[in-house]
């Protein structure tokens, strides 16, 4: 089974990724995560909610297994690492916490499968987002617009015994 972990940075937070959903099935990423991102509306994220019109990134991360055993066993391994580092070189001492001790952690161990599930910005997937992209689509602004243009033409009036009419020469009074 799959695992999804999502991260975002927002307005608020621009510098670093946050960790906001955790050991999520892909069912569960869908209903909680993408649904309300791909409509603009907030998401909420344990005890936090978070506008996704502010989200100015996303990363989706799949592991094999939970966060937990994954972090853990990556700190396990970073630490027997650094262990070995300062045995091996005692002129020179490796201090690090190592890798896995906190959950942004997980984008450094798992598969970034974000572009398998966010294909556009956030609020473009509900229906007034479709709406908008059509109404923002070159050829429906050439078209619209060329139709105002005749519109107006024949609002005024031309063609009809005016600049348009006599074969081209000066209107006749």
């Not at 960790?19 to 991102?37: G, H, I, M, Q």
């Not at 580092?85 to 690090?96: A, L």
């Not at 509900?126 to 024949?154: D, Q």
Request: hydrophobic share 40%; aromatic share 10%.
């Amino acid at each position: 089974m799959s695992y999804y972990h999502v991260l975002i940075t927002t307005d608020t937070f621009i510098d670093k990724p946050k960790c906001v959903l955790t050991d999520l099935s892909e069912r569960a990423l869908k209903k909680s995560f993408l649904k309300p991102y791909m409509q603009g509306r907030r998401i909420l994220c344990g005890n936090e909610i978070y506008d996704s019109l502010a989200v100015r990134s996303v990363i989706i991360i799949e592991t094999s297994r939970t966060i937990e055993i994954e972090l853990n066993e990556a700190n396990e391994k970073d630490l027997r690492e650094i262990s070995w580092r300062n045995r091996e070189d005692p002129g020179f001492v490796f201090f690090s916490l190592g890798i896995g001790t906190k959950p942004e952690d997980i984008s450094c161990i798992g598969m970034d499968v974000t572009n398998k599930f966010i294909t556009a910005p956030p609020g473009q997937a509900g229906f007034g987002g479709k709406i908008l992209a059509f109404i923002y689509n070159p050829w429906v602004i050439t078209v619209v617009g060329g139709l105002i243009v005749i519109l107006l033409a024949w609002w005024l009036g031309w063609g009809q015994n005016g600049a348009l009419t006599n074969n081209g020469s000066a209107p006749i009074h």
